[in-house]
């Protein structure tokens, strides 16, 4: 019955969780170098890509943070959703999300990247839509996925671009080459303009960490993301979704210090978000808004830390605001 589903999936959450604890100790503590390649996905002529897992430090840091807040969110939402007739499609929903997540962070090319992003949008969509009888629901998970689009359409032109000039979508090939390849292929050429080929590419890339990290210009998917359940809320802040696209930008670093010009539009928007978002959060009424726009507002604060080059910075307060915000509102789910 629905005990069983939520018992079930909380216990297959569990496992991966531990197994994090491990790589956390193995990789960032000691320091231990291993590279995991799982198996080989797509191979035509130049393409390239592979199933693997990368041994930096972001990675196995966010994904201890994803399994461990994914965790806590299964367990609240057992006694949380026990009333709900539907609770087997939440967890079901809740467990997609946790799949697409760790996918995303411990890919070590652009098109497991991406995947993982496509699915963390999709189950993003299905957690705000869960009671999809009501039209705000509705209007708020339609409007998610469309303003998230955008932030897709231009982190996929930039893998595009990518492996335009690279040939190739791997991280390691990508950030080896960014720094000595040829002059005349640095440059793309549009309307009898040249445009430095890397600044255009990591420009793009950042639209995309515009789009999931909900800063100024594509944020308003935000606050309408709390229709649903409060433990999608306390997943979508501090698991999912925000953590995805300042991590993007962690994950690709090495290629952004060779465009200054990229920084200097990651460092403005990341400072603009910070305050429109903490000034904006001060006039909301609504508890859950209250805590929301302090989510966009602290993102600002890591894509400000990503643009002024302090990577270990931004990942070190996104790890530390996913863990209290993942609390603050499964301590409002239990207030309201």
């Known amino acids: 019955g629905s005990r069983g589903v939520a018992v079930v999936t909380t216990t297959c959450v569990l496992l991966p969780s531990i197994l994090s604890c491990i790589a956390f100790y193995e990789v960032a503590l000691c320091a231990s170098a291993c590279y995991i390649k799982i198996a080989p996905w797509i191979f035509s002529e130049p393409f390239d890509a592979a199933w693997g897992f990368p041994p930096d430090s972001p990675t196995v840091i966010l994904l201890l943070v994803v399994t461990i807040v994914s965790s806590l969110v299964h367990i609240y939402s057992i006694s ?13 929903y809740l467990s997609i999300s946790t799949f697409f997540t760790p996918m995303l962070v411990t890919g070590d090319n652009s098109i497991q990247l991406f995947l993982g992003w496509e699915g963390v949008g999709l189950a993003s969509y299905l957690l705000i839509n869960f009671w999809f009888t009501r039209i705000q629901a509705n209007k708020a998970a339609i409007k998610a996925m469309l303003i998230n689009r955008v932030g897709d359409f231009g982190l996929a032109l930039g893998i595009m671009g990518c492996f335009t000039i690279f040939q190739t979508v791997d991280f390691s090939t990508i950030f080896a080459c960014a720094s000595v390849f040829p002059e005349p292929h640095h440059y793309f050429l549009f309307c009898n303009t040249e445009f430095h080929a890397i600044t255009v590419i990591r420009i793009l890339v950042f639209i995309g960490a515009v789009g999931k990290s909900a800063q100024i210009g594509l944020h308003t998917w935000l606050p309408d993301a709390m229709e649903g359940p409060t433990p999608v809320s306390a997943l979508i802040h501090a698991a999912t979704m925000v953590t995805a696209g300042v991590f993007t930008i962690a994950r690709c670093s090495p290629s952004f210090e060779y465009s200054p010009n990229a920084l ?67 301590s409002a789910g239990s207030v309201i």
């Not at 949380?80 to 079901?92: A, E, I, K, L, V």
């Not at 006039?283 to 805590?291: E, F, G, P, S, Y």
């Open 264 to 330: 200097i539009v990651i460092t403005f928007v990341g400072a603009m978000t910070a305050f429109f978002a903490a000034t904006t959060g001060a006039l909301q009424n609504d508890l859950k808004r209250v805590i929301a726009y302090p989510t966009c507002s602290q993102s600002g604060y890591m894509i400000f830390a990503c643009g002024t080059s302090n990577y270990s910075v931004s990942v070190f307060h996104l790890m530390n605001h996913a863990c209290f915000k993942a609390l603050l509102f499964l």
């Open 80 to 92: 949380y959703m026990s009333g709900d007739p539907h609770s087997p499609r939440f967890f079901c």
